[in-house]
């Protein structure tokens, strides 16, 4: 394990958030191996097997969320990275708000990360990303 593995892999986390906000789900999409799992724990939604399924859930997820609030943020906090030569695990906390187009109201979201990583060709990617949301709440903005 070097230092440089640790922060490509905190960047990997980063770059995901960005992503997933500006909803650019190729750009998320990209940053899971070829054959990547994506498991939404939250949601009871089986799991997307691969690159591909993963985009689609991404395209879904952005009609539905990224459509529908404006400033959406998803932050990641307190990672813990364990690395094994080419493999990784990480666990992190994750936090995300918005205010709903529709009707105004602050959304805040919390939970956690769970994932499994791989190097290939020089480059940390998501190998298993578990999404964990503990709850969600609502409030009219100040």
Not at 6 to 31: K, N, S, T
Request: net charge negative; charged share 25%; aromatic share 10%.
């Amino acid at each position: 394990m070097s230092t440089s593995d640790i922060v490509e892999i905190e960047q990997l986390l980063y770059r995901y958030c960005f992503a997933v906000d500006g909803g650019e789900a190729e750009a998320v999409a990209g940053l899971f191996a070829e054959d990547a799992t994506l498991v939404p724990v939250y949601s009871g939604e089986a799991p997307s097997e691969g690159r591909a399924a993963i985009l689609g859930w991404y395209q879904r997820y952005g009609k539905a969320v990224n459509a529908n609030a404006n400033h959406l943020r998803h932050v990641v906090s307190t990672p813990v990275i364990d690395v094994d030569g080419d493999r990784a695990t990480a666990r992190c906390y994750l936090t995300a708000n918005s205010i709903s187009k529709a009707s105004g109201m602050a959304s805040w979201s919390a939970g956690a990360y769970h994932d499994e990583l791989v190097k290939r060709d020089g480059r940390w990617l998501f190998k298993r990303r578990e999404i964990h949301v503990h709850y969600r709440t609502e409030h009219q903005p100040r």
